[in-house]
Protein backbone atom coordinates (compact mmCIF):
# COMPACT_ATOMS: atom_id res chain seq x y z
CA UNK A 1 0.00 0.00 0.00
CA UNK A 2 1.42 3.49 -0.70
CA UNK A 3 1.49 6.00 1.51
CA UNK A 4 0.61 10.02 0.28
CA UNK A 5 1.98 12.75 1.89
CA UNK A 6 -0.75 15.37 2.99
CA UNK A 7 0.80 19.03 1.46
CA UNK A 8 0.27 21.75 4.18
CA UNK A 9 -1.66 24.80 2.82
CA UNK A 10 0.60 28.04 2.99
CA UNK A 11 -1.36 29.63 5.97
CA UNK A 12 -2.55 27.39 9.10
CA UNK A 13 -2.47 27.59 12.19
CA UNK A 14 0.18 26.55 14.71
CA UNK A 15 1.02 27.10 17.98
CA UNK A 16 4.64 27.94 19.64
CA UNK A 17 6.55 26.21 22.19
CA UNK A 18 9.32 26.52 24.34
CA UNK A 19 11.92 23.78 25.11
CA UNK A 20 14.38 23.22 27.75
CA UNK A 21 16.75 20.57 27.72
CA UNK A 22 20.44 20.96 29.34
CA UNK A 23 19.22 24.30 30.08
CA UNK A 24 19.50 25.64 27.06
CA UNK A 25 16.24 26.96 26.12
CA UNK A 26 14.52 26.28 22.39
CA UNK A 27 11.35 27.77 20.48
CA UNK A 28 9.46 25.26 18.57
CA UNK A 29 6.62 25.44 16.40
CA UNK A 30 4.05 22.94 15.36
CA UNK A 31 1.62 23.81 12.25
CA UNK A 32 -1.91 22.05 12.13
CA UNK A 33 -3.46 20.74 9.53
CA UNK A 34 -6.94 23.17 9.25
CA UNK A 35 -9.14 20.16 8.00
CA UNK A 36 -8.56 17.58 10.91
CA UNK A 37 -6.83 20.14 13.75
CA UNK A 38 -4.13 17.81 14.10
CA UNK A 39 -0.46 18.62 13.97
CA UNK A 40 1.59 17.93 10.81
CA UNK A 41 4.15 20.15 10.71
CA UNK A 42 7.28 20.94 14.02
CA UNK A 43 10.44 23.04 13.44
CA UNK A 44 12.59 25.06 15.47
CA UNK A 45 11.83 28.43 15.23
CA UNK A 46 14.53 30.06 17.15
CA UNK A 47 17.40 27.98 16.78
CA UNK A 48 21.27 27.87 17.55
CA UNK A 49 23.79 30.30 15.83
CA UNK A 50 23.07 30.02 12.23
CA UNK A 51 25.66 28.21 9.93
CA UNK A 52 26.46 25.72 13.28
CA UNK A 53 26.12 22.27 13.58
CA UNK A 54 23.28 22.31 15.93
CA UNK A 55 21.51 24.70 13.58
CA UNK A 56 21.08 22.44 10.82
CA UNK A 57 21.08 19.59 12.75
CA UNK A 58 17.61 21.33 14.24
CA UNK A 59 16.39 22.56 10.99
CA UNK A 60 16.84 19.07 9.06
CA UNK A 61 15.33 17.68 11.93
CA UNK A 62 12.11 19.92 11.61
CA UNK A 63 12.04 18.67 7.97
CA UNK A 64 12.12 15.09 8.51
CA UNK A 65 9.89 15.25 11.34
CA UNK A 66 7.25 17.25 9.16
CA UNK A 67 7.34 15.02 6.72
CA UNK A 68 6.87 12.10 8.66
CA UNK A 69 3.78 13.58 9.90
CA UNK A 70 2.19 14.52 6.70
CA UNK A 71 2.96 10.82 5.45
CA UNK A 72 0.73 9.96 8.08
CA UNK A 73 3.24 8.79 10.70
CA UNK A 74 1.23 8.74 14.16
CA UNK A 75 2.91 11.22 16.72
CA UNK A 76 3.04 8.22 18.96
CA UNK A 77 5.00 5.79 17.20
CA UNK A 78 7.51 8.44 16.74
CA UNK A 79 7.76 9.14 20.10
CA UNK A 80 8.43 5.50 20.87
CA UNK A 81 11.26 5.51 18.43
CA UNK A 82 13.87 8.12 19.78
CA UNK A 83 15.94 8.12 22.87
CA UNK A 84 15.09 8.35 26.48
CA UNK A 85 16.73 8.55 29.66
CA UNK A 86 16.53 6.44 32.38
CA UNK A 87 13.31 8.73 34.00
CA UNK A 88 11.60 8.44 30.58
CA UNK A 89 11.88 11.98 29.45
CA UNK A 90 13.20 12.40 25.98
CA UNK A 91 16.96 12.81 25.62
CA UNK A 92 17.05 15.25 22.79
CA UNK A 93 15.56 18.63 21.50
CA UNK A 94 13.56 16.47 19.10
CA UNK A 95 12.07 13.76 20.93
CA UNK A 96 10.85 16.64 23.74
CA UNK A 97 9.45 18.28 20.60
CA UNK A 98 8.11 14.83 19.50
CA UNK A 99 6.37 14.88 23.04
CA UNK A 100 4.62 18.38 22.85
CA UNK A 101 3.07 17.07 19.33
CA UNK A 102 1.86 13.92 21.27
CA UNK A 103 0.16 16.38 23.79
CA UNK A 104 -0.92 18.27 21.23
CA UNK A 105 -2.61 15.71 19.36
CA UNK A 106 -4.59 14.27 22.35
CA UNK A 107 -5.66 18.10 23.17
CA UNK A 108 -7.03 17.95 19.76
CA UNK A 109 -8.95 15.33 20.54
CA UNK A 110 -7.15 13.16 17.77
CA UNK A 111 -6.16 10.35 20.64
CA UNK A 112 -3.29 8.61 19.77
CA UNK A 113 -3.63 10.38 16.43
Do not use: C, W
Amino acid sequence: MASYRKKMPNRRPAVTTSIEIEQQNLTASIGYDPSTGLPREAFFSARSKSGTLLDGLLYDAGVLLSLALQYGTPATGLAKSVARLENGNAASPVGKLIDAIVQETIYAGGGHD
